[in-house]
């Protein structure tokens, strides 16, 4: 029988702004000491006003981690140096590895209507912070959706769904890290449980309405981080407030090693980042296409 985790924190989400100037909101990295292992950012962007993502993000260079882009309403192009385009549209994501180096953009290719999404850090193990470069387009009749018997509508982006008697892979399998990455839909008052690995970090969060984890509430715009260590337990389970709420869950395995971040370059030591930024002024963080 299975024991759900129990909420650790809430870590609310505060404006802030990337690229070129596009708003969003940040909940996990607006601080070195609010990620959750290895997750490092989540970034929720959402807006009619084209002032707020017009600009986009203009070509710009990371090494050492993954990019998680998954689009809920709007159109972006992604280049890269590799020669890599893809069209994130709604429903699609994109999965980027920075590895050693990739200099990639990501513009919008609408000048009005409503752009939302996410943007999601997912940390490299040392070993593999200098891997090739590489990137995956998702479209989005690529990812699986289905509906459970409880009511949950459920989008699998990354890893397994095991929920209600269900066991379906999402199309990113694979990766290191063994992320888990969901898009759940429950109507009001609904609720949802999920099987997640024990050694796993997790954590959850609401885009519209709300959960409730055990007798805590997690509001829209805020990251509930689940109890995780020793005590961890081997499910979530969620329930809707008095509103259809969607919110994301997020689970991956620790790396536990040492995180040192300059802006775009996540590597384990500041000799390391140093040499990021010679190689980038040199022209030699990236590998020839």
Do not use: C
């Amino acid at each position: 029988m299975s024991t759900p985790r129990t909420l650790q924190q809430i870590i609310p989400s505060i404006p802030a702004s990337d690229g070129a100037g596009v708003k969003l909101r940040r909940s996990l990295g607006q601080t070195p000491h609010l990620r959750v292992d290895p997750f490092l950012m989540l970034d929720e962007f959402s807006s009619e006003n084209p002032d707020d993502y017009v600009a986009g993000f203009p070509a710009h260079p990371h090494r050492g981690f993954e990019t998680v882009t998954y689009m809920l309403d709007g159109h972006m192009l992604h280049e890269d140096h590799l020669g890599n385009q893809g069209h994130l549209k709604s429903g699609g994501a994109q999965w980027m590895t920075a590895g050693r180096g990739i200099i990639h953009s990501e513009m919008p290719q609408q000048e009005s209507g409503r752009m939302r999404g996410f943007q999601l850090w997912i940390n490299l193990p040392a070993k593999e912070k200098m891997k090739p470069a590489g990137y995956r387009d998702i479209q989005a009749e690529d990812i699986p959706r289905i509906t459970l018997p409880g009511g949950a509508v459920v989008k699998v982006i990354a890893g397994t769904l095991e929920s209600e008697g269900q066991r379906i892979d999402g199309p990113i399998q694979g990766v290191s890290t063994a992320p888990l990455f969901l898009d759940v839909h429950l109507p009001a008052g609904a609720r949802f449980a999920q099987a997640v690995g024990v050694a796993h970090n997790v954590f959850v969060y609401p885009y519209e309405g709300s959960l409730r984890i055990g007798d805590r509430q997690v509001s829209r715009g805020d990251a509930g981080v689940l109890a995780s260590g020793d005590t961890a337990a081997d499910s979530v389970v969620v329930e809707a407030g008095a509103a259809a709420t969607r919110f994301i869950l997020l689970a991956a395995l620790p790396l536990r090693e040492p995180v040192v971040q300059y802006g775009p370059f996540v590597m384990n030591s500041r000799e390391e980042i140093e040499q990021a930024l010679r190689d980038y002024s040199a022209g030699t963080l990236v590998e020839a296409a």
